[in-house]
């Protein structure tokens, strides 16, 4: 399949294109090692282009004066296409990421669900009124799309990621420049020929697909631009708000996570052996909520520890195309490379490997980027591999004798994305949800989200929130607009 390259992917005001200078992509599939598909690498130019015809779209057409009715009908068309597609989407995500058919199908699901919250919730939006204590002013807050929005994606959850942006700024009336990770761009060219089917008009949703190291400054660096929304890496985040500052233009990020699951001896055990092992094994660790460090009760811990390394083992990675894999291969070898890292770091800080942490031997496994779950104990806070995001399926343990010291360890991390804590007493859990500096807590339960709720980081896990009411205030203007209905002299100056 290398060197052929059918279909232009690249879809610039309502044209789909090749790249300027012909530039071409293969993505592998991470299971392994072939090459699913060769796909169009824009340029700089191609990034500038794009963001013209957002511009355009924006400022020229008729598009940002769509009535809510409207834009909520296009979503719900949307999401009813991406129903009809389902099987097709899964399986290019799965090509893609290398995650489980099973996962693929539940994010399109997400998605879908994404869709319809802000065809709701876009469909009820109306002014607010203020009341100024003086009948003849008629005081309204309206909300106006804030403009051309620039919204980049990662690899890990690539159709969700991005979906989580162009709801919301579709519904709020922007136009955009949407960049897909440049390893996983499969599914987000499916939804855009989907949006174009559903109606959305030319320029108003452009497609661009390519390395960040090429293209991201031309999509960052614009005076034309009006909103970025990034998810990824926190370097690449810090520098890409560095490049928009000169512009002010807004900038919200998601940057990961290094996140605490607190387990209070009095915890239900199973529930609790399960939602760790799932929390920080899903998808191969390779989640921003990933519930990577387990911080457990230290009358508890050897006996826990001891009861889910038979739990980790058990767990069937593979072929995400083959129904008996539990969990896929890690994105990419260069990430495998870097998960391992992590393993000799944390065993060099001196952290005792429980399981795991070697790359499968078997001739099944060679052409994959496969690695196992991987159980660190004795880890402490000082430690790199407990305070850097590995994005790998490696759990570290740390343990607490107190319910104040396990609110300090999970707080004790410049990230700050989600939390779990488990525990029978529901005042104690409410008091630690409380004190956890993080964007999300789950009591009881692990990994779970609802469009409905928002979505973000405190600290270096980011700017801004994604989902729920504020997910679409990120893509909103909020004009004041004061009327005097009975104009008069104010007489301030007495001239
Ligand atoms: O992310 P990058 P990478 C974390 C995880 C992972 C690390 C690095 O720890 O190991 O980040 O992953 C685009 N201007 N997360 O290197 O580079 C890029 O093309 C504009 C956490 O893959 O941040 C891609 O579309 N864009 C995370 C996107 O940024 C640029 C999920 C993310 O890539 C750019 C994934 C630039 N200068 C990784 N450089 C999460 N928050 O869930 C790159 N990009």
């Given at each position: 399949m290398s060197g052929t390259n059918p279909d232009p992917i690249l879809c610039i005001d309502g044209t789909w294109r090749h790249a300027s200078d012909g530039g071409t992509r293969d993505i592998i599939n991470p299971a392994d090692g072939s090459v699913v598909a060769v796909v169009d690498e824009a340029s700089a130019d191609d990034g500038r282009a794009a963001i013209a015809a957002g511009r355009g779209a924006f400022d020229e057409s008729s598009w940002r004066d769509t009535t809510v009715a409207e834009r909520s009908a296009l979503l719900d068309r949307i999401a009813d296409l991406l129903l009809r597609d389902r099987d097709e989407i899964a399986r290019a995500e799965t090509l893609d990421t290398g995650k489980t058919l099973r996962e693929s199908h539940i994010d399109i699901d997400d998605v879908v669900s994404v869709f319809r919250y802000y065809a709701k919730l876009v469909a009820v939006e109306s002014d607010r009124l203020v009341d100024?204590?003086?009948?003849t002013i008629v005081s309204r807050v309206v909300h106006e799309p804030v403009g051309v929005c620039v919204l980049i994606a990662p690899w890990n959850y690539p159709l969700l990621q991005i979906v989580w942006k162009i709801a919301p700024a579709l519904a709020a009336g922007c136009t955009m420049v949407a960049k897909p990770s440049e390893v996983t761009p499969l599914s987000t060219i499916a939804l855009i020929r989907l949006a174009e089917e559903a109606g959305v008009p030319p320029g108003v949703l452009n497609l661009i697909q390519g390395s960040g190291a090429v293209i991201g400054d031309a999509l960052t660096d614009s005076p034309d631009v009006d909103m970025i929304s990034f998810t990824g890496g926190a370097s690449t985040g810090a520098h890409i708000a560095a490049v928009a500052a000169p512009h002010v233009t807004r900038v919200a990020l998601e940057l990961g996570g290094k996140n605490p699951h607190i387990v209070f001896a009095d915890a239900d055990r199973d529930a609790a052996l399960d939602a760790v092992i799932t929390g920080v094994f899903l998808h191969s660790g390779q989640v921003?909520?990933?519930?990577?460090r387990l911080i457990i009760e230290e009358s508890i811990a050897d006996e826990f520890v001891a009861a889910l390394v038979p739990r980790a083992q058990a767990i069937r990675f593979g072929d995400g195309l083959d129904d008996a894999s539990e969990t896929g291969p890690l994105v990419s070898q260069s990430h495998r490379d870097k998960v391992e890292g992590y393993v000799a770091l944390g065993i060099s800080e001196?952290?005792?490997?429980?399981?795991?942490?070697e790359r499968p031997a078997d001739d099944e496994f060679a052409k994959g980027s496969y690695f196992p779950p991987t159980i660190l104990d004795n880890c402490d806070r000082s430690m790199r591999v407990v305070q850097e995001e590995t994005f790998g399926p490696i759990l570290t343990v740390e343990r607490f004798a107190s319910e104040r010291e396990a609110i300090e360890l999970g707080n004790d991390t410049s990230y700050g994305l989600a939390a779990g804590v488990r525990t029978a007493d529901t005042a104690r859990a409410e008091r630690v949800a409380r004190a956890l500096r993080h964007g999300t807590v789950w009591i009881n339960d692990f990994g779970v989200y609802t469009a409905a709720a928002e979505w973000g980081g405190f600290g270096k896990s980011g700017n801004g929130r994604e989902l729920g009411p504020t997910g679409l205030a990120e893509y909103q203007e909020a004009k004041h607009i004061w009327t005097n209905t009975a104009p008069k002299e104010v007489g301030w100056f007495t001239a």
């Open positions: 100024v204590g003086d009948p921003c909520s990933s519930g990577t001196g952290a005792t490997l429980v399981t795991g942490g």
